[in-house]
């Protein structure tokens, strides 16, 4: 069973910032890619991926407001905003690809998709 559990949202005024954070645990292998989605008025967008290796792929909308980090000793994908927009109000939601071992752990499963519940980040104008 693999968990994410994400931290740091929150109330925040036009031109603060936050640090989101997700940490994975349970029974994986390797997570291939970690990073952030948001959802707002029903619509969910990708705010930032980041490949074990290579480069973070980034929402348009972020235009080099956010910064998305990696701790791999520890699972864990760090999100910072700055500059923050009214706009940015979202749920925040970690998402993590995982590659898992079969039941028998002969076979290597994956990437699947996991996900976090999600951390409420409000920006007040």
């Known amino acids: 069973q693999v968990q994410l559990a994400e931290s740091g949202g929150g109330l925040v005024q036009a031109g603060g910032s936050l640090r989101l954070s997700c940490a994975a645990s349970?029974?994986?292998?390797?997570?291939?890619?970690m990073g952030w989605y948001r959802q707002a008025q029903g619509k969910l967008k990708m705010v930032a991926m980041l490949?074990?290796?290579?480069?973070?792929n980034y929402g348009d909308f972020v235009k080099g407001r956010f910064t998305v980090s990696r701790d791999n000793a520890k699972n864990t994908v760090l999100l910072g905003m700055s500059r923050l927009k009214p706009e940015d109000t979202a749920v925040y939601y970690c998402r993590a690809d995982l590659s898992y071992l079969s039941e028998d752990g002969v076979n290597l499963i994956g990437p699947s998709d996991y996900w976090g519940q999600g951390t409420q980040v409000t920006v007040s104008s």
């Open positions: 490949p074990s290796a290579g480069s973070p």
């Open positions: 349970g029974n994986f292998v390797s997570i291939e890619s």
